[in-house]
């Protein structure tokens, strides 16, 4: 009721419901805050409906949960890469007999922790974790709403994503181990139980846990595109938005256009698992023996996936770019350099990102014809990346920069959106990716430019929000700490695994001993894994800062950065509803920094064009 209200955004709208209307909308506006019910424990901290502590929720069981066993699991990889088949106390602590007899790692535990390694850094921490976290976070505090347009379809969709990463977790429990056969679960891998111990009951679960996912993401997609469309204050235009939240209305819509299309893959494949049907298997052999399934494609299957899979790159990386465009402008004391750009280059990217798909299925059989179409349309996507790219460096031109953490985090996003992107020309090329398919090209390709670049976003928010989500800093020397460590361990560990893939080294490999030809590539595989460790175990400064700070941290001011966006001008503490009183209206963009003719360096966008002031909205 409140959100429908506080809805109304300009006058034109309110003129035609009459006045008695006109002082409900008043009144609810005034005095919000004196009706809602007492809160108790369950409905504050657990079942909660706000949109600020359901953000909480997402990046502690998004980031700190999942995201600490998805890097623990690449941790444990990466030793067996580059010690093969020597003996690791470690491997005994965490895999158990099992699956490492005498510290040995078992081979199909190897598949199992790379492919639920990759589901969850992608889907949990990188899409829920990011996306869930930020979007419920800033979509109403930025656009001026009182809340999600549905805060119970907000708390379900966080629920079905918990409900979602338990049978996950529960999947690496079961006694043949969890689903082993790559986070894509190429058929007929996955969908033969016999034919390796992690398509069996592991391979089942993880669908079933992808099927709950799916439906936490859809519905919180549609309560992101709804609140937006609907819920903007009087005088938040579309070119008033921050960058951030068109990052996030934009990554919804993409969202809700390709997630369905995975979700029939998965249901398809569950079809073909467990009913008996072929959608995805066609004349199989297994052991000698004749299978039954006829007419099925596994390409089909790639088709869907990668329908998907390719706008979910797009899915995780545009919110951190959102956060990043706010970030840099704000640390820069400028404005945003070609705001209509960076919008129209989100749009762009968001177009194009589902028409490029081919490009992951070159070495299918796929008509030449057909490829050369997926390279066009994926070199075309370097353009929108391009303007993004030089807008960020062009706004730090000049810029009177503040080089704190977040800012720090922000340019190692356009340092890694760079290096990792150039790679993708070489990839996106039909006639170049052929050499280097399912090499550590393609691992160290989509870790720079989806993972790191997105991880730098979610750090970059995380220390520039924190603030706003428990109202005191983080430890900025802490903060150096980690980004430093984290940002040379990040190209330590994926710059050389360019090399390791053009001299032919394939990925998935749990030892290449038994190649002589891999032999000189043993040292660089050791200095990779050198460098994750470190990395890996710069998290944890991250990890004692945050929660140290929850509690010991600097109590901070309302407007620590001086920033001109609505979020700063509400109070930190809980509270049902964001501001008390009337909401602010918006009267300028979001990015009046360092104009002329003002006494501080921001303008925040709920103060008044001044007579006779130059009006700098582009």
Request: glycine letters at 8%; aromatic letters at 16%; proline letters at 5%.
């Amino acid at each position: 009721f409140f959100q429908a209200q506080d809805g109304i955004r300009d006058s034109s709208t309110s003129r035609g419901l009459g006045d008695v209307y006109k002082r409900q909308v008043n009144n609810i506006e005034d005095n919000h805050d004196e009706h809602h019910h007492k809160e108790t424990f369950i409905t504050k901290w657990i079942f909660s409906q706000d949109h600020k502590m359901i953000a909480k929720q997402y990046f502690i069981t998004g980031v700190f949960v999942m995201g600490i066993i998805g890097v623990l699991m690449s941790l444990l990889f990466r030793i067996q890469l580059a010690w093969p088949e020597e003996s690791f106390t470690v491997f005994e602590i965490f895999l158990g007999d099992k699956w490492a007899p005498d510290g040995v790692m078992d081979p199909n535990i190897y598949l199992a922790l790379v492919t639920i390694h990759g589901t969850i850094m992608v889907f949990f921490v990188l899409t829920a974790g990011l996306s869930g976290t930020f979007s419920n976070l800033l979509i109403p505090l930025q656009i001026g709403a009182r809340d999600m347009a549905s805060g119970f379809l907000n708390m379900i969709a966080f629920w079905l994503f918990f409900v979602s990463s338990a049978i996950m977790l529960a999947s690496l429990f079961v006694e043949a181990g969890p689903a082993a056969a790559g986070w894509t679960i190429y058929p007929p891998l996955s969908a033969l139980p016999q034919t390796q111990p992690g398509s069996g009951l592991g391979m089942t679960l993880w669908l079933v846990s992808m099927a709950f996912f799916i439906a936490s993401s859809l519905l919180g997609s549609l309560n992101y595109i709804v609140t937006v469309l609907n819920l903007r204050t009087k005088g938040m235009t579309f070119f008033r938005l921050p960058l951030t939240i068109w990052a996030f209305f934009i990554t919804a819509i993409i969202g809700v256009i390709s997630f369905p299309v995975l979700l029939s893959a998965a249901l398809l494949l569950i079809m073909d698992r467990s009913f008996g049907t072929s959608f995805f298997l066609s004349d199989i052999f297994v052991q000698g023996e004749v299978l039954h399934y006829q007419g099925g494609s596994p390409v089909l299957f790639e088709h869907l996936f990668w329908f998907l899979g390719h706008p979910e790159v797009y899915i995780v990386l545009l919110p951190a770019l959102g956060i990043t465009s706010e970030i840099i402008a704000t640390h820069s004391r400028k404005p945003i350099f070609g705001y209509r750009a960076m919008v129209a280059s989100i749009l762009a990217i968001a177009f194009l990102s589902t028409i490029v798909w081919g490009h992951h299925m070159f070495i299918t059989g796929m008509n030449p014809f057909l490829g050369s179409v997926f390279t066009f349309t994926t070199l075309l996507i370097a353009i929108p990346s391009a303007v993004k790219a030089f807008n960020y460096i062009a706004t730090l031109w000049k810029g009177n920069l503040q080089l704190n953490p977040a800012m720090l985090f922000s340019i190692g996003l356009v340092s890694t959106f760079i290096t990792g992107g150039l790679t993708g020309i070489i990839l996106g090329d039909s006639a170049l990716d052929i050499n280097v398919h399912d090499t550590y090209f393609v691992v160290a390709h989509f870790h720079l430019v989806m993972g790191i670049s997105a991880l730098y976003g979610l750090f970059a928010g995380a220390y520039h929000w924190f603030p706003r989500l428990y109202g005191r800093m983080m430890n900025k020397s802490l903060g150096y700490i980690h980004f430093w460590i984290t940002a040379i361990g990040a190209y330590g560990i994926f710059f050389p695994m360019h090399f390791v893939g053009m001299a032919g080294l394939p990925r998935r490999y749990y030892t290449n001993t038994a190649f002589p030809y891999f032999d000189d590539l043993a040292d660089i595989n050791v200095l990779i894994t050198v460098f994750a460790l470190i990395t890996g175990l710069a998290q944890l400064v991250f990890l004692f800062n945050f929660f140290h700070s929850m509690y010991y941290g600097k109590k901070s001011e309302k407007n620590p950065w001086k920033s001109n966006t609505l979020e700063w001008t509400a109070p930190v503490e809980h509270m049902h509803g964001n501001w008390p009183g009337k909401i602010p209206h918006v009267f300028r963009w979001a990015y009046d920094y360092s104009k002329p003719g003002k006494k501080e360096d921001f303008v925040p966008q709920s103060v008044p064009i001044a007579k006779g002031e130059k009006i700098t909205e582009h």
